[in-house]
Each structure stands twice: as structure tokens, then as C-alpha cells.
């Protein structure tokens, strides 16, 4: 019973993929290489789900493309620029760093930066104001003391 148990919860836990038998190539390397570039495509309908994942009939369309371009010989980077340029960058898990995604990949590291910054100049404020308090002249400090007694 519990060899049966482990067994459905390891088939559970692996992903569930919606690849049909018919598409499947008969070469195993062109397989492969479908399955990873299937990997970084947005399903156009799903949107969460890459392709190899998606039930949704342009998802095996997009499968069935991938696998025709492989074989009439197109390498990786074709097949997914050939797919990005029918369908937008949209459907890229992995848009390009270039032109306006340029932005996009930069706005973080900038934010960052920026926000680092902005907390340095927080924290040197914070000891200089400390500095500031702990450096009274004698006068100033009796008058703080002769405050600090009064009722």
C-alpha cells in the first residue's frame, strides 16, 4: 500500500505535459530540442503555461510548427525567432534584451542601484545627526542637563 501511495504522489508531482504521440518525432535529438524550445514558448490563449504544457489547439499547432521547422532543418534560435515574429514577443517566456524590453531588463538592476544609494544616504544622515548630539559643548550641556532635572 505505501509503495502504491509513493508512486502516485511521485506521478503527481511531475509535470503534466500535452505533447500527443503523434506529434512526438521519430528522431530523439530533434525531440529534445523541440522540448526545450517548447519550454520557452507562451501559450498565445493560456498565457501561464509554456507549450508543451497547453491543451489548447494553437498550443499544438505552435508544437506541430516547432517540430516542421526543426526538421526542414532551422536551428533553435530560428524557430523561436520565427515563432516570436508570428506571434509577438508576448509569447517569449524570455523576452530579448533589446529595444524597448531594454528598458525592462535595466529597470531593475537601476532600481536597485538606486535604492541602495538612497539607503546609504539614510544611514550616513542618521550618524552624522548621532554625531552631532553627542558632540555639545560644555555650556550646551549643562543647559541640557539643568533641562533634563527641572520637574
Partial sequence: MGAALSLLVALAATPVLSVQPDEILPDAALESRARDISQKLRCPVCQGENIDESNAP?????????RERLVAGDSDAEV?????D?????????????????????AAPLMGLVAALTAAGFLRGRSRAQESVAALEPEEQRRLDEIMRRP
Avoid: K, Q
Avoid at 58 to 66: E, N
Avoid at 80 to 84: E, G, H, T
Avoid at 86 to 106: D, H, K, S, T, Y
Fill in 86 to 106: 508570428r506571434f509577438g514577443e508576448f509569447v517569449l517566456f524570455e523576452p530579448r534584451a533589446a529595444g524597448a524590453n531594454l528598458i525592462l531588463w535595466l
Fill in 58 to 66: 494553437i498550443s499544438r499547432d505552435l508544437r506541430l510548427y516547432v
Fill in 80 to 84: 523561436i525567432d520565427n515563432v516570436a
